[in-house]
């Protein structure tokens, strides 16, 4: 089915080691964001990619980065993961502009201990 | 990029009463799309606007965009219990490209 998958859906990390999360879509959206969503804080964006070899920072890129080499994946990765990186991680894409809804996959759960 | 606020944070109603939440930004928006995500879910878009004043309808549901796109609203009809979610608020930045989000309005419907 077409659509946002996001893996995995659940992980647990220790403190400092790295991961990587994968988002592939297979819509050919322009557009890829990464958003981790904490109780009381809504939905922040972390990252985007309006396309291949484009990227750019959103409201909390710390401690997170990003490539899209190719326009199905935008994957992030989690560089020296700490406790304040314990959520829910959500990727997002579009077709390009401002006229569209935004597509979500299933999303990641993610504990640091 | 642009900031909305929306209110109210949660709101708890008995089946069949009404529930509206609003967004409001101190800046002009160049449009504002409405998402739900149920418990456990993902968000799930539910529709844009962008003109000055529209107002949409789904079913019971009443999307509308204030004169001056600084503020919106979502209105629901007589709610079920398969209203229950969090209902957000989503503005494009200048670029059109960077997403902010409102916090969310949490829905709860009893029986």
């Known amino acids: 089915n077409a659509g946002v998958t996001q893996t995995p859906k659940f992980q647990v990390l220790k403190t400092g080691q790295s991961m990587t999360l994968q988002c592939a879509q297979d819509?050919?959206?322009?557009?890829m964001s990464w958003y981790r969503q904490d109780p009381g804080m809504g939905l922040r964006l972390i990252h985007y990619?309006?396309?291949?070899?484009?990227?750019d920072q959103g409201e909390v890129p710390n401690g997170y980065n990003v490539s899209r080499s190719t326009t199905e994946d935008f994957p992030l990765r989690l560089l020296s993961a700490a406790p304040s990186q314990t959520s829910v991680y959500f990727c997002?894409?579009?077709?390009?502009?401002?006229?569209?809804?935004?597509?979500f996959g299933s999303g990641t759960r993610l504990t640091v201990v | 990029g642009q900031q909305v606020m929306q209110i109210p944070q949660y709101q708890h109603v008995q089946e069949g009463e009404d529930f509206t939440t609003y967004c409001n930004s101190s800046?002009?928006?160049?449009?504002i799309q409405w998402y739900k995500q149920r418990p456990g879910g993902h968000p799930v878009f539910l529709i844009q606007?962008?003109?000055?004043?529209e107002v949409k309808k789904q079913k019971r549901l009443t999307f509308q965009f204030g004169e001056a796109k600084k503020n919106s609203s979502l209105h629901i009809t007589a709610t079920q219990t398969t209203d229950v979610g969090t209902y957000f608020c989503?503005?494009?930045?200048?670029?059109?490209?960077?997403?902010?989000f409102g916090k969310g309005t949490s829905l709860l419907v009893t029986p």
């Open positions: 997002a894409s579009s077709y390009r502009g401002t006229g569209h809804g935004y597509t």
């Open positions: 819509m050919n959206h322009e557009y």
């Open positions: 990619s309006v396309g291949a070899g484009i990227t």
């Open positions: 800046t002009t928006l160049s449009n």
């Open positions: 606007l962008v003109k000055s004043g």
């Open positions: 989503l503005s494009n930045s200048n670029s059109g490209y960077a997403l902010n």
